[in-house]
């Protein structure tokens, strides 16, 4: 089983920066593939970007392209997500997932087997 625990979520102001965390911790030897997703209320969840475990690739939404940065730290099983020039349309629930098999896009939640808790993230204008 694998655990993620996001943190660093908050109430800010539009055109700040935040940098949400992920903590994951079991049986990470399997892993492909770490993502962000976040769910607005009312709204589905979306994809906000990945990162390919090993070779580094990144992956982001047009939403957040040259907004938002996706980074891994391999010794501390974390990955992050800094945030920048953030504006009320990024207020959401930030869940981090984890992927396992390099099948599938990683741009699509159902391919994710493990999911945080999440964490809020409120940009106020």
């Known amino acids: 089983q694998v655990q993620l625990v996001e943190s660093g979520g908050g109430l800010v102001q539009a055109g700040v920066s935040l940098t949400i965390s992920c903590s994951a911790s079991g049986r990470t030897f399997s892993r492909y593939a770490m993502g962000w997703f976040r769910q607005a209320p009312g709204e589905e969840r979306e994809f906000v970007a990945a990162?390919?475990?090993?070779?580094?690739?990144?992956y982001y939404a047009d939403s957040v392209k040259g907004r938002f940065t996706i980074s891994r730290d391999n010794a501390k099983n974390t990955v992050y997500l800094q945030m920048n020039s953030l504006k009320p349309e990024d207020t959401a629930v930030y869940y981090c997932?984890?992927?396992?098999?390099?099948?599938?896009?990683?741009?699509?939640?159902?391919?994710?087997?493990?999911w945080g808790q999440g964490t809020q993230v409120t940009v106020s204008s």
């Open positions: 990162i390919i475990w090993r070779a580094g690739n990144t």
């Open positions: 997932a984890e992927k396992d098999l390099p099948f599938g896009s990683v741009l699509q939640d159902k391919g994710y087997a493990y």
